[in-house]
């Protein structure tokens, strides 16, 4: 079935690095542009980035642009979130999610399950 | 920026009754790139409406949205148990600049 099972995440002091990763299945991955959205503790959602179905176009967040990098390796279906200079303020539960039809301008159809990412000292 | 504020923040319902929800953007939405989502707790959000009005796959025909240009409505028309849960607006008219509601709890009265 069409999933997204997700991976990383943990504990980290700030100002340290981490990977998350995002596997894709039951749909060809190649075609879809892909997100990440967090969200704080007990807040709400706050979309963080986008990569395009190819991974050549790349769109971030004000809050993170410059520490995290967005990628994809279409061969092995499957997302990559580098997150450096890490903050308190990035502590939150990531989701990476597809794009409905593929598009920019498109509802987010499909969710992973949700990273936790703590950020402490 | 597109701002989405929704409301009310709280709603408490019935079982049987019928819920409306609110969601209002500081600037028009255009062609309805609206969307709502309902989260559960702990599990990741799920995508009930898209384009404002058409529902997502697999979701009960109770579930409708309306409106257009700067105000949006879900509707629930008869609430079942499994309804309670919080329910974001998101647009996506100002890609790629994407923003949530702060969202609306609908609980058990």
């Known amino acids: 079935q069409v999933q997204l099972v997700q991976s990383g995440g943990g504990v980290v002091q700030p100002g340290r690095s981490l990977r998350l990763s995002c596997a894709a299945s039951g749909f060809t991955f190649s075609s879809y542009a892909m997100h990440w959205v967090r969200q704080a503790p007990g807040k709400g959602l706050e979309w963080v980035a986008l990569i395009s179905y190819d991974g050549i176009n790349k769109y971030y967040a004000d809050s993170v642009k410059g520490r995290f990098t967005f990628s994809r390796d279409n061969s092995k279906n499957t997302l990559y979130m580098q997150m450096n200079s890490l903050r308190a303020e990035d502590t939150a539960i990531y989701y990476c999610?597809?794009?409905?039809?593929?598009?920019?301008?498109?509802?987010?159809?499909?969710w992973g399950q949700g990273t936790m990412v703590t950020v402490s000292s | 920026e597109i701002v989405l504020t929704q409301s009310p923040g709280t709603l408490s319902l019935s079982p049987g009754e019928r819920a409306t929800l609110s969601c209002r953007a500081s600037q028009s939405v255009s062609r309805s790139y609206l969307a709502w989502y309902q989260q559960k707790p702990g599990q990741a959000p799920r995508l009930l409406i898209y384009g404002a009005s058409n529902r997502a796959t697999g979701i009960p025909d109770r579930f409708s949205g309306s409106g257009s240009g700067t105000d949006f409505t879900l509707t629930i028309s008869r609430l079942e148990p499994e309804d309670f849960a919080v329910y974001y607006c998101q647009q996506y008219d100002s890609s790629p600049m994407y923003t949530f509601g702060q969202g609306t709890k609908l609980e058990i009265k």
């Open positions: 999610a597809r794009a409905y039809r593929g598009n920019y301008r498109d509802a987010f159809d499909i």
